[in-house]
């Protein structure tokens, strides 16, 4: 199949419309068949579920073309676990997995045209989604959903290179202790929203947030997870029930211990011990890991070691080994790679 006609190297990360998406319905207890419809559009209730109270949750993975010309995705399953999980704890139904792997997949071979080449540094997002759409105004679980995924190609997330990025520390909290931290739903991002915006105003890229609880731990930022490496080389990443469950974090881990033969450490990680770290940076789908060189407490700031020009010694180390076993240069573990074609 051809190619469109994109300018690969200078997307941004914006959306654009793709010919195809796949939708599903669930009606009287059950899921339909699914099929990929062209209409981009959605029509529902003035009182949908999703509109008055927020039941919606998501998914994000990336389709790119690898070395040797496959079109692959990244370990689907722990995307397919997830939104299950997150569907749960929103009263939503499950997805079944196998399904959601089968949509992701059709979805994008009918995009082929839209996965960007290798080596153009752009990929083809995929944006699972679920939310109620039958009206609800007695507060409850809507009883009609809808579950969708799109594609849209976005653009190298670093252009000209990973550049350390400035952080402050939240007045904000994103995660209640047994709230809803650990799912992937849209309504922890609407409130993360005048924070990031304050971040920005501010001259700061982007926040960390500390445990809603006692203000004394490392949580996440609004969209990624942490990793810090020693000045002796161990890997720590922050371990917290309030906390997103990254994939490509959990995969970074993987590799930090089994292709790189560090150590490991995930664990409660205090604030106070930031100081002390010689790398910082960020993990999640959309950039793998953005690297921190500073971070700004009300003043007190924080220099890594590492700095403000490249990303530090063992994060490029990380960094490389997952992209390159991603992009098909290096062999990757067992069921991490669906090839789509
Ligand atoms: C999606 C997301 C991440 C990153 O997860 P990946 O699976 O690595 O993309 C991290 N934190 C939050 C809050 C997220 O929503």
Not at 262 to 269: A, F, K, P, S, W
Request: glycine fraction near 10%; aromatic fraction near 10%.
């Amino acid at each position: 199949m051809g190619k469109k006609n994109i300018d690969w190297e200078n997307l941004g990360f914006g959306y654009v419309k793709t010919d195809k998406r796949f939708v599903s319905n669930f009606k009287n207890g059950a899921w339909d068949e699914g099929a990929l419809v062209e209409d981009d559009t959605i029509t529902i209730s003035e009182c949908a579920g999703v509109l008055q109270y927020a039941q919606t949750v998501f998914e994000g993975l990336k389709a790119y073309t690898t070395e040797k010309g496959q079109i692959v995705i990244f370990r689907p399953d722990l995307n397919a676990e997830r939104l299950e999980a997150s569907a749960k704890r929103l009263e939503m139904p499950v997805f079944p997995r196998d399904k959601f792997i089968d949509a992701v997949v059709k979805t994008v071979e009918a995009n082929e045209a839209y996965v960007p080449p290798y080596g153009s540094g752009a990929t083809l997002y995929i944006r699972p989604y679920m939310f109620g759409n039958s009206p609800v105004i007695g507060v409850k679980p809507a009883e009609e959903y809808q579950f969708r995924v799109f594609t849209t190609p976005v653009g190298p997330y670093f252009k000209g290179g990973a550049k350390p990025i400035t952080i402050k520390v939240s007045d904000f909290d994103r995660a209640a202790p047994h709230g809803t931290g650990n799912i992937k739903a849209g309504l922890n991002y609407a409130m993360s929203l005048h924070a990031i915006v304050t971040a920005h105003e501010e001259g700061f890229d982007e926040n960390m947030y500390l445990d809603a609880a006692t203000r004394t731990k490392v949580e996440e930022t609004g969209g990624a997870n942490f990793l810090f490496v020693t000045k002796d080389g161990k890997v720590v990443t922050p371990k917290s029930d309030s906390i997103l469950p990254s994939i490509t974090r959990r995969s970074l881990v993987a590799v930090a211990r089994d292709y790189l033969g560090l150590e490991v450490e995930e664990r409660e990680v205090y604030f106070d011990e930031v100081k002390d770290f010689a790398e910082c940076g960020l993990c999640g789908t959309a950039a793998v890991i953005s690297p921190v060189g500073r971070i700004n407490d009300h003043g007190n700031v924080i220099n890594f070691p590492s700095g403000m020009d490249d990303m530090g010694p063992v994060t490029k180390k990380l960094y490389d080994t997952l992209t390159g076993i991603q992009m098909g240069r290096l062999d990757a573990p067992e069921g991490w790679i669906k090839v789509i074609k």
